[in-house]
């Protein structure tokens, strides 16, 4: 995992091509996935009105997805690494668009909550494979600018996807914008089986008995304090950012329309930062960058939730303001774990990882679901509440993250003599 290069650029000379094509169809991938994950958020007012459901079923279909992408994160942690990353990332992500396909044909509520099931549960992995990537082909001190990288598909997808879906959702009805996915993930799919590189040097020799992975990677000392410190953080947050936009639309006064530019706001200020916060993350120390980021973020989730009634500029730069914080404290927090993984157990360890991860983000939102209740003048009470609870596990995360540590990284068995593929791409200069 060494860096013969020795320079700055964005990618080697040498292996260029190849690191381009990983990092980009990785970015891409997410991209989609992410708007699909996001844009329901939006869509809630829209969705509550056509479907005549109240806040506790749509934290219902938020927390379905999550969920659902929780169980199979757990499934996948115990297989994931017997397979070459390519096959397990290209998979998932056809039985993603399957997923999306559905929800773009639902008419019911519990036909929308059955295809939200299916697409988390193979989405919902994506993440965490994607990841195990970057941790395979990216060593520690330049893994933060990789992660930001990524990172910016979340907020390309804020600038561009969530927006111009939710322009669709108005334009037309709410299945437009999962019908704009599938045709949008159709040629990156294509692209995929022809370009990936197979990825398969993490392969040991030899059969692993998948019970005892399965174990050691969910019993790990190093393991459990990742999962807490995620376990924190994604409950803290999918308190709150469920609702923003029916609070805003039923407590702040916004119409509808007005939340295309709240996410435009966002995803632009988010698109910028995400690669200086992880220039700063491997200049002046993950650690550090995270208990800087994590208090600005739980005061602006307080702020958020109590929020009266305001002007859209002011809407736009408080939900700017959160998304900077929330992806720069994430790139930081990524980088972190995937430092604290042993390579041979990171396929396994992001893949439960994940399903954490969406287990912890369902129940916060299931849980915000609960304690909202709208009135009868069609406003939401008691998300000031939810705001406190998600500052107080925030401010949680703070102490969880100082307790992992990095682990040890004894050398790789490959189970194939040629071994070239990943020392090529490793030797690459990110960012």
């Not at 992660?147 to 437009?176: E, I, K």
């Not at 491997?282 to 973020?297: E, F, M, Q």
């Not at 992992?404 to 990110?430: C, F, G, Q, W």
Request: net charge positive; charged share 10%; hydrophobic share 50%.
């Amino acid at each position: 995992m060494g860096d013969p290069a020795g320079g700055s650029g964005l990618f080697s000379d040498e292996h260029g091509s190849r690191e381009r094509t990983v990092l980009f169809i990785l970015a891409a991938v997410q991209f989609t996935s992410i708007v699909d994950f996001m844009v329901i958020m939006p869509l809630g007012p829209q969705l509550m009105r056509t479907l005549g459901i109240n806040p506790a079923q749509f934290g219902l279909i938020v927390s379905s997805y999550t969920i659902s992408a929780g169980i199979a994160g757990f499934v996948a942690s115990s297989l994931v690494d017997r397979f070459g990353r390519k096959a397990a990332f290209l998979s998932l992500y056809i039985g993603f668009l399957v997923g999306t396909l559905f929800c773009g044909v639902a008419t019911t509520f519990t036909m929308l909550l059955a295809a939200r099931v299916v697409t988390g549960a193979f989405g919902g992995v994506l993440g965490g494979i994607a990841m195990a990537i970057i941790g395979d082909v990216f060593p520690d001190q330049r893994r933060g600018r990789a992660t930001g990288f990524l990172m910016s598909a979340f907020s390309l997808a804020s600038v561009f996807g969530v927006p111009f879906g939710l322009f669709l959702g108005n334009r037309y009805d709410w299945h437009a914008p999962f019908l704009m996915l599938v045709a949008l993930g159709l040629p990156v799919l294509v692209v995929g089986v022809w370009a990936f590189p197979p990825l398969r040097d993490h392969l040991v020799k030899g059969q692993v008995n998948t019970w005892d992975r399965m174990v050691e990677t969910y019993t790990h000392p190093n393991h459990l304090r990742a999962f807490a410190l995620v376990t924190s953080l994604m409950f803290g947050t999918f308190l709150v950012v469920p609702f923003i936009s029916p609070y805003f639309v039923s407590n702040v006064g916004l119409r509808e329309i007005d939340l295309f530019w709240i996410y435009v706001g966002g995803g632009v200020c988010s698109l910028v930062s995400s690669p200086i916060i992880g220039r700063w993350a491997d200049r002046s120390g993950k650690l550090r960058v995270y208990r800087i980021i994590a208090p600005l973020s739980a005061l602006i989730m307080l702020t958020i939730t109590t929020l009266p009634r305001v002007g859209l500029i002011l809407a736009v730069a408080s939900v700017s303001v959160l998304m900077v914080c929330n992806s720069g404290r994430m790139i930081a927090a990524m980088s972190m774990i995937n430092a604290s993984v042993e390579p041979r157990l990171r396929g396994g360890f992001m893949s439960a990882y994940s399903s954490i991860q969406h287990i912890a983000s369902g129940l916060g939102a299931g849980m915000a679901g609960l304690i909202i209740v709208e009135s009868p003048d069609k406003t939401l009470r008691n998300y000031g509440w939810v705001g406190f609870i998600g500052m107080a596990f925030t401010i949680l995360s703070l102490w969880l993250a100082g307790q992992l540590r990095p682990a040890s990284r004894p050398p790789i068995p490959v189970a194939e003599p040629a071994a070239d593929l990943l020392e090529n791409v490793t030797a690459a200069e990110a960012f």
